[in-house]
């Protein structure tokens, strides 16, 4: 079955840098396009960044744009978001997700808290 696993969330002070990886499995991870997406409180889920299955195209959020990098390694069934220049609106649970014939993946999430 599939599985989406993401790890890298902390603390971090503002203007900080965190890595979030997202280990997949149970599909065939090369073959999707793979998205980043976050929660704050009391806020809707929303898309932060999407690549494609080759990795060869990438997409962001405006409010991410220049500070966020989602990358993957397809021979590992990873894909990775790297974050800098964080800000405190940063701060939210993180996400990856597949979607597959009409349904939507989720991993566990991650709690990225932007703070001094």
């Known amino acids: 079955q599939v599985q989406l696993v993401e790890s890298g969330g902390g603390l971090v002070q503002p203007g900080g840098s965190l890595r979030l990886s997202c280990a997949a499995s149970?599909?065939?991870?090369?073959?999707?396009?793979m998205t980043w997406h976050r929660q704050a409180p009391g806020k809707e889920r929303e898309l932060v960044a999407a690549?494609?299955?080759?990795?060869?195209?990438?997409n962001y959020a405006d409010s991410v744009k220049g500070r966020f990098t989602i990358s993957r390694d397809n021979a590992k069934s990873m894909v990775y978001l790297q974050m800098n220049s964080l800000k405190p609106e940063d701060t939210a649970i993180y996400y990856c997700k597949l979607f597959q014939r009409g349904y939507n993946y989720w991993g566990q999430g991650t709690q990225v808290t932007v703070s001094s």
């Open positions: 149970g599909f065939v991870f090369s073959t999707y396009v």
């Open positions: 690549i494609t299955s080759d990795g060869g195209t990438t």
